[in-house]
Each structure stands twice: as C-alpha cells, then as structure tokens.
C-alpha cells in the first residue's frame, strides 16, 4: 500500500513563498502535485520522473513554483515563490508507477490527503 505524506502548506502573504514536501512510502516513482480551489476544478501543478530529469509545470506556475525531489529520502517538494492570492488552494501530491506522463495527466493511481495553501492579499 503506497502512502503520501504531505507537508509544509500554510498561510502567507502574496508575494511570499512555501515549500511543500510529499514522502512517498517505500516507492521511487514519477509524482506530481495538483491543487484544487474551492468551487473549481482540479488543476495540473506539476510533475517530476523518478529519476528527476523531466519536469511539468502548470502554465500559471510556470516561472514560480519549482518541483525537485530526493529519491534518498523519497521526496518530492514543490517550491513556490511569488505567491499569488489564486494559488490558494489544497495541494496534492500524487504518485504513480507508469511514468510522469500518467501523472501529468491526473491518472496516477496513489493519492495523498492535501495540505492547504492559503496567500492573503
């Protein structure tokens, strides 16, 4: 059974940054993050293979957010810098053996619980 730990969300003032952390159990696949806001659809963060050298982004984060990972520990993070009031949302991790364009594509099978972003005008 895969599990996804997420930390490191919070409240923070526009313009200011956050690191979130996604520990995999046991498992070195590709993973990405999503994020959801309330009243809108799920949308594509990023995304990173498992050996790192490929990455995603979200076009509204591109330029901002960076997604880099630690196969020593398996982690995965999502540094964001220049938040925005709109990058409030739950942010979650995801994993899936396939490959990261399973993940890009919102199909991965191993989902973690979410941690709240919040960015205050």
């Known amino acids: 059974q895969v599990q996804l730990v997420e930390s490191g969300g919070g409240l923070v003032q526009a313009g200011g940054s956050l690191r979130l952390s996604c520990a995999a159990s046991?498992?070195?696949?590709?993973m990405g993050w999503f994020r959801q806001a309330p009243g809108k659809e799920r949308e594509f963060v990023a995304a990173i293979s498992w050996t790192g050298s490929t990455t995603y982004y979200g076009d509204s984060v591109k330029g901002r957010f960076t997604i880099s990972r630690d196969n020593a520990k398996n982690t995965v993070y999502l540094q964001m810098n220049s938040l925005k009031p709109e990058d409030t949302a739950l942010y979650y991790c995801?994993?899936?053996?396939?490959?990261?364009?399973?993940?890009?594509?919102?199909?991965?099978?191993?989902w973690g619980q979410g941690t709240q972003v919040t960015v205050s005008r």
């Open positions: 046991g498992r070195r696949d590709a």
């Open positions: 995801t994993l899936d053996p396939r490959g990261v364009y399973t993940v890009k594509s919102g199909a991965a099978d191993y």
